[in-house]
């Protein structure tokens, strides 16, 4: 059974850094594209950033970019996403999601999420 | 960036109705649309990929059609656990827009 487990979302405030991770299991991640989503409290849901299964292609929304950094690390089977000059706008859900092949999408399997919370 | 304009909003209807959702895309995007259920408080469940490929699992009373800019999910006979928020999604470039979602409810 595939499993995306999220982590390290919390309160932060605007200007300020966080990480957040995605353990996976029940695949062969090596072999699967990963993306970030995000939904903002009773919105709608936004693609953030993707990452080719080899991790050497990297896709960013023109919201994020150059402020987030996604990353894998495949010995350990987790999915990064490095979010640094967090503004409020990025109060959110984050999401991983598996990519259903090395492509980027479909989004076949999502993790419960993780809250992330920018405010002073 | 690849608009897609999703309708209804919102919609009531009744379990055993049949009804249909719409998503136009801002150009012409072949099949590359992806549907999603979400009931609340839990992540997006893929529904349906190209357009009109159903996922293993979901029930045949799901369907997907359309091309080019011009895309439907219809619910055959729409049973309890099917009220839910459907989001349609354009997998055709960076950044892969999603439709504004469609509230389905119980009449």
């Known amino acids: 059974e595939v499993q995306l487990v999220e982590s390290g979302g919390d309160l932060v405030r605007p200007g300020g850094s966080l990480r957040l991770s995605c353990a996976a299991s029940?695949?062969?991640?090596?072999?699967?594209?990963m993306s970030w989503v995000r939904q903002a409290p009773g919105k709608g849901l936004e693609w953030v950033s993707g990452?080719?299964?080899?991790?050497?292609?990297?896709f960013y929304a023109d919201s994020v970019k150059g402020r987030f950094t996604i990353s894998r690390d495949n010995s350990r089977n987790t999915l990064y996403l490095l979010m640094d000059s967090l503004r409020a706008e990025d109060t959110a859900i984050y999401y991983c999601?598996?990519?259903?092949?090395?492509?980027?999408?479909?989004?076949?399997?999502w993790g419960q999420g993780t809250l992330v919370t920018v405010s002073s | 960036d690849i608009q897609m304009t999703q309708s209804p909003s919102s919609l009531s209807a009744s379990v055993g109705d049949r009804v249909t959702i719409t998503c136009r895309a801002s150009?012409?995007?072949?099949?590359?649309v992806s549907w999603y259920q979400q009931k609340p408080g839990k992540a997006p469940n893929l529904l349906i990929s190209?357009?009109?490929s159903l996922q293993s699992g979901v029930p045949s009373r799901i369907s997907g059609g359309g091309s080019g800019t011009d895309f439907t999910l219809t619910i055959s006979s729409l049973h309890p656990e099917d009220f839910a928020t459907y989001f349609c999604q354009e997998t055709y470039s960076v950044p892969y827009t999603f439709g504004q979602g469609t509230k389905l409810e119980i009449k």
């Open positions: 029940g695949f062969s991640f090596t072999y699967h594209a």
């Open positions: 999601v598996k990519g259903a092949s090395w492509l980027i999408i479909p989004f076949d399997s």
């Open positions: 190209a357009a009109s």
């Open positions: 150009q012409n995007i072949a099949t590359y």
């Open positions: 990452i080719t299964a080899g991790g050497g292609g990297t």
